[in-house]
Structures are given as structure tokens and as C-alpha cells.
Nanobody, 125 residues
């Protein structure tokens, strides 16, 4: 079983930055593809970003490309999401997810085996 714990959310103004962190309990963290998803009230959970095991390959949703950066530190079992130029439409609960198989599309929720509890990000205009 893998536990994921997110942190770093908060209330910011439009144009501000936040960095989310997600720490995994697994001793074999490097075997996991990692992803960030978000869910706004009344909406489905949507893909934000994903990163390969080594960190060499990254994926981004079109709405965040150029503003958000996903990265990982395998020595610390941690994945990060640096969010710059935040907009009110970025307001959501952000979830970290781990994918052990890495055999499908990392942009889909069904690909992931483990999920964190989420951290709230609120961007005011």
C-alpha cells in the first residue's frame, strides 16, 4: 500500500505562485509514474500534469502548460507542482496520484493506483 500526502495549497491572488508537494510512503517510489489532477466544485476530476519515473518525460494539460511545472526528487520520495501566474479558474482541490504500471495514458484518472487526500488551492481575482 502506498500513501500519498499533499501539502502547499492555500489562498492566493491571481498572478501569484504556489508550490505543491506530495510525499509518498513507498520505499520504491522510483517505480511510479506520478501525476497531479484537480477537481473544481461541480466538475469532474481533470488531468493537470504527469512525470515519468526518471523525470525525463513530462505531460501537461493545455490549460496549465507554460505556467505549471512538475518535478520529482526520488531521493525524497516527493513530487512537486510549481504553479505560476495562477488564475481564478485554477481554483480546485489538487490531488497527487501514483501509477505503478505505467502502461497506459498518464493523463487519465483510471491509470493511477493510489491517490492522496487532496489540497485546496483557491485563487482570488
Amino acid at each position: 500500500q502506498v500513501q500519498l500526502v499533499e501539502s502547499g495549497g492555500g489562498l492566493v491572488q491571481a498572478g501569484d505562485s504556489l508550490r505543491l508537494s506530495c510525499v509518498a510512503s513507498a520505499r520504491t517510489f522510483i517505480i511510479f509514474y506520478m501525476g497531479w489532477f484537480r477537481q473544481a466544485p461541480g466538475k469532474e476530476r481533470e488531468f493537470v500534469a504527469a512525470i515519468s519515473r526518471s523525470g525525463a518525460v513530462t505531460y501537461y494539460a493545455g490549460a496549465v502548460k507554460g505556467r505549471f511545472t512538475i518535478s520529482r526528487d526520488n531521493a525524497k520520495n516527493t513530487v512537486y507542482l510549481q504553479m505560476n501566474s495562477l488564475k481564478p479558474e485554477d481554483t480546485a482541490v489538487y490531488y497527487c496520484a501514483a501509477d505503478g504500471a505505467a502502461s497506459g495514458d498518464p493523463r487519465t484518472t483510471s491509470e493511477y493506483d493510489y491517490w492522496g487526500q487532496g489540497t485546496q488551492v483557491t485563487v482570488s481575482s
